[in-house]
């Protein structure tokens, strides 16, 4: 790919459409959207709606999610989209089902803080404005066939499969890679997915259709078949696929962008993928413009266009590199790893945006991870042909060296995630340092082309560290970030030089989490907490088993409390030392002095004593209590 495609017409027009489209976002267009959608009832009101099931439908044990594609409310015509959530056993509709539902009506939660999730505006860009907590659900009239149907259908009996012969974790990692449902795996498997770089092998995406169209396309070519027909046959089986694997947003938009690739090949022209990758990203948005804002869309697009950007222009050392024995192997490793390669490194802002971590071992792992997930995903698919085929000891062979595989296959994972270098938290960037950030890049992918690397890569570096030093020299000293908005207690107090501390956790633990690793912590120095009560503390055992803590500095205890003595068991369990503090305690860090007062007559009794938490520096006296949770400037 060279440098002037980006100046084709087609590109441009696309780039003048995304600035559309984010300008129409930051004027809050989709988002006001909700007024006009099917939200015409009070939050909290007792509704009754009927529509039509939407695939797919999301069971979990403790909570399902469904669409539901509204005709009337409360027999009031109504057109537009819910969100329906209900907790118990699941249910024995289809897509495609009318049905008649009561339940409790809300307009989803807008965010909070500055910062925080917009929970509203996730919704809306998806074109789902309301959610219905649903009581009770009656079907009204029976779905006819459709495709839709016809596929949650096969997608529920291969997992009816899975359920019988794997135990929970290994059912939760075969659905995740073979269907991309990972709502089983446990919440410790899932961190470990995410922390080895491997959370993407349990996504259903651009990986698992290339599977099957490369699967076809290699028996089509043992059969003797042509070019355009392989090409055809797999084009057909990948949207079998696409179909059975849920058909939502990022299924279909790998699948199209699998079409763009093959529409590329048979034109036989390198710059024909790059036309049609943006043609696709065309459709996409003119069909749905909220999708650009969406994680599935930018990490797609993004990596592909990295893999179209570098790939060609390395192709001749992969050739060098792969001469004399083992070529086909050598060729295949160093495929992987090219790949992973550019994919991480042109996907680490927008990881960074979304997710606020990003694994440092992920290269190293998906070299070993990734072949054994397409193996597993062949093994899965052949469980389940084997289970309808009347040898039962040919499915007993398969279904053996899926668990021997799958085994492996977490052991690797929980490795990979055990290292104390595998991922590091990081914050958001800013759309100037992104900018900075891809400069970079792209010229870094550029080489052997050094003409294209001093553009692009030069003016990146130069860029980035214009950003990066306008913080250290003239941002604040101490910076002090209250943390989850009103009704919450939780401050973040953070020094030049990188020590960071937090003052109460009095608000949820997975929030919590989330909002520091947004700030970019990854590890805490201390937590001071102004009270022993609840309120205080309530998120810090959840805190304590993402984000390291040196040390836990609290008022003295001399009363039992079951609760809080557990919550200082639990924090020991991960390493974090308590400090007992009474009045006139005080602890030098570097420049900053963290030191303890009180009200008056402070017992030692959770019930009547509050803390007063002073952090010094130089002339300046910061004061932190249960009481005037501010920032007191004296």
Known sequence: ?????????????????????????????????????????????????????????????????????????????VVGRILMVWSGPAWNFEPGDVLRVKGKWYLPPRARFQ???????????????????????????????????????????????????????????????????????????????????????????GSNVAFVWLLVFSLGGIAGMGERAKLFLGAFFAGVYTCVAGADAPLLR???????????????RDSGLFQALALSAWLIL?????????????????????????????????????????RDLKTIFIGIGAASVVCQLVLTPILANTFHQI???????????????????????????????????????????????????????????GLPFSSVSVGSLSGSQIFAYYLGAFGILALPSWKTFFRLGAGGAVLALLLGSQRFIFGPGLEILELGGIGARSVLCRARQGET?????GMSGTELVRQLRQHGVGRLNGVFLTSCRKDSWRGLQRLAED???????????????????RMRKSLARHGAAWVEAWPGWSQPAGPIEWSMESFSGFTGHPELDDAVWKLKRGSEDINFSAHEFDKIAQ
């Open 1 to 77: 790919m060279r440098l002037s495609y980006l100046t084709r017409p087609l590109f441009l027009s696309l780039l003048s459409y995304l600035g559309l489209i984010i300008l129409a976002d930051q004027w809050e267009f989709f988002v006001r959207q909700a007024g006009n959608g099917p939200g015409l009832a009070a939050t909290g009101a007792l509704v009754e709606a009927v529509g039509s099931l939407r695939a797919p439908v999301v069971l979990r044990p403790s909570r399902s999610r469904a669409i539901l594609e509204i005709s009337q409310i409360d027999a009031r015509p």
């Open 115 to 205: 910062g925080g999730f917009d929970y509203r505006g996730y919704l809306a860009r998806q074109n789902i404005y309301s959610i219905l907590s649903v009581q009770n659900a009656q079907l009204e009239k029976k779905g006819g066939f459709s495709v839709s149907r016809w596929a949650y259908r096969l997608r529920s009996s291969i997992q009816s499969v899975y359920a019988r012969e794997f135990s929970p974790s290994q059912q939760g990692i075969l659905s995740g890679i073979v269907l991309g449902e990972k709502s089983l795996l446990p919440r410790e498997l899932n961190r470990a997915f995410r922390d080895a770089g491997a959370m993407h092998l349990l996504v259903a995406s």
């Open 254 to 268: 790998a699948y199209l962008m699998a079409l763009a690739v093959a529409a590329g090949h048979l034109l036989e």
């Open 286 to 326: 003119i069909y749905s413009p909220q999708s650009l804002f969406m994680a599935g869309f930018q990490l797609s697009y993004v990596a592909v266009l990295g893999l179209i950007w570098a790939i060609p222009r390395w192709q001749p050392f992969f050739s060098r590199w792969a001469k004399g024995s083992g």
């Open 359 to 417: 694994s440092i071992i992920a290269t190293v792992s998906n070299l070993i991870l990734v072949p054994l997930a397409a193996s597993l995903m062949g093994l899965g698919l052949a469980v389940y042909a084997c289970w309808w085929l009347p040898v039962p000891w040919l499915f007993e062979a398969a279904a053996w060296a899926s668990r021997l595989s799958l085994t492996a296959f977490e052991g690797l994972v929980a490795f990979f995630a």
């Open 501 to 505: 501390w937090l003052v109460d956790a």
């Open 547 to 565: 984000i390291a803590i040196e040390s836990v500095y609290a008022p003295a205890d001399i009363a039992v409390d079951p609760s809080y003595l």
